[in-house]
């Protein structure tokens, strides 16, 4: 599957996937050129990724079962509601 080269607004959408390891491989080659050629979406990975790390090192604390419920059923319609086409 050939991917179109990506614009960087693009990117920014594909990130978390992209840290995950969670893209088809064309997709992820098509990140890896986009990166490769472009500094400031370089710099923002990587600044996501420091984000990331530096939370991963925070301790754990309980969510309230209710909040937790209330921002499953926030992401799942946001989700939903991203994907559906107009």
Do not use: S
Not at 2 to 28: F, I, K, M, N, S
Not at 35 to 52: P, S
Not at 63 to 75: K, N, Q, S
């Amino acid at each position: 599957m050939a991917v179109r080269p990506l614009a960087c607004r693009d990117l920014v959408e594909l990130v978390t996937d992209h840290l995950d390891g969670a893209l088809e491989p064309a997709v992820q080659v098509a990140v890896t050129d986009h990166l490769h050629g472009c500094a400031g979406c370089t710099e923002y990975v990587n600044q996501f990724r420091a984000t990331v790390d530096r939370l991963a090192e925070l301790p754990g604390q309980p969510l309230d079962p209710e909040v937790c419920d209330r921002l499953t059923t926030a992401f799942r319609d946001w989700n939903t509601e991203r994907n559906r086409i107009p």
